[in-house]
């Protein structure tokens, strides 16, 4: 009697753990890096829905902390999308886990200084130069981790790049204090909310993030120009390689790109870097249609 329990218990069991596969069996996992919150939840991720019958679940966060999470097996996905090339060769190789063979650059997005329309020191940003404005007192600012975010690697360069333009020696450290200033450093995936709430009063974001939800903005001189490089890739180990070839087709397809336009999002001519062979053949076909 005990047997025959214990065997329908592992029956019992078997099924229940084997259905929550099949039901994911059309879900594809793209991890993605935060700047894309509004434009992969709200557009492309409906979008892919509609037109394939399947299912998207996103997982936004800083790129290096993604890859971080991969290398670290703390998380799994099917497709990354990254806000810089140098993240994927972290990812890249036998002695990184060969977690990435190929990706392929597909959209940029520069970076700008956004403000809160309704913030003391909005009209100063209409009437100042910008760097001037983020000196100011009690202006609250808002930048991602340089060590998560590529993002935040890029306010660094551009305000360093900036200090010499303007022949300021000490405008990083009254801008942006310690790299670690916990009264700026915010996840990539929190800071719009915090501009719009109010609790900053700037931050810096990608054009993407500034046009698509209309967030008053200043593009930085052209000398001073840093930008997201996107890119995608299907990750070695992905649970649902189909469903992830069929993302990425949909994302380089006309369709996608023309949603990645809408959003604010620079699309340019896909390009492919690593092990092309190793690319699924639908992707190859659809990168070869947008040339």
């Known amino acids: 009697m005990i047997r025959k329990l214990l065997a329908s218990f592992v029956v019992v069991a078997g099924v229940a753990t084997a259905a929550p596969a099949f039901a994911q069996d059309d879900t594809v996992n793209v991890l993605y890096a935060g700047s894309l919150v509004n434009l992969m939840e709200r557009s492309v991720g409906p979008a892919f829905e509609k ?9 936004a966060a800083g790129s290096n902390k993604i890859a971080n999470e991969i290398k670290g097996k ?3 996905g099917d497709v990354f999308i990254s806000a810089s090339p140098k993240v994927n060769a972290s990812l890249m190789g036998e002695a990184n886990g060969e977690h990435v063979t190929w990706y392929v650059n597909f959209a940029e997005s520069p970076l700008m200084i956004g403000y809160n329309p309704q913030s003391r020191f909005a009209a100063d940003f209409k009437n100042k130069r910008w ?18 975010d590529p993002k935040g690697a890029f306010t660094v360069e551009m305000m360093t790049k900036a200090a010499d333009l303007y022949h300021q020696p000490d405008l990083v450290e009254k801008t942006l204090g310690a790299a670690e200033n916990p009264d700026q450093v915010l996840p990539e995936e929190t800071l719009v909310g915090r501009l719009q709430s109010g609790q900053l009063d700037a931050g810096f974001f990608y054009s993407t993030e500034t046009s698509d939800l209309k967030i008053p903005a200043i593009r930085p001189a052209p000398e001073l120009q840093a930008k997201a490089s996107y890119t995608l890739t ?3 180990d992905a649970p649902n390689h189909a469903g992830a070839s069929s ?11 023309a949603l990645l ?3 604010g999002v620079d699309v340019v001519k896909p390009t ?3 092990n092309v062979q190793a690319m699924p053949p639908s992707v190859q076909a659809v990168i070869d249609a947008a040339q």
Do not use: C, M, N
């Not at 993302?247 to 790109?257: E, I, K, M, T």
């Open 131 to 148: 760097d001037q404005v983020l000196q100011e007192p009690g202006i609250r600012i808002g930048r991602t981790d340089p060590k998560l």
């Open 51 to 59: 037109a394939t019958g399947q299912h998207f679940r996103g997982y």
């Open 261 to 263: 336009k809408q959003h």
């Open 234 to 236: 299907i990750l070695s």
């Open 74 to 76: 703390l998380r799994r």
């Open 272 to 274: 492919v870097t690593g």
């Open 247 to 257: 993302f990425v087709d949909f994302l380089l397809s006309a369709q996608g790109r």
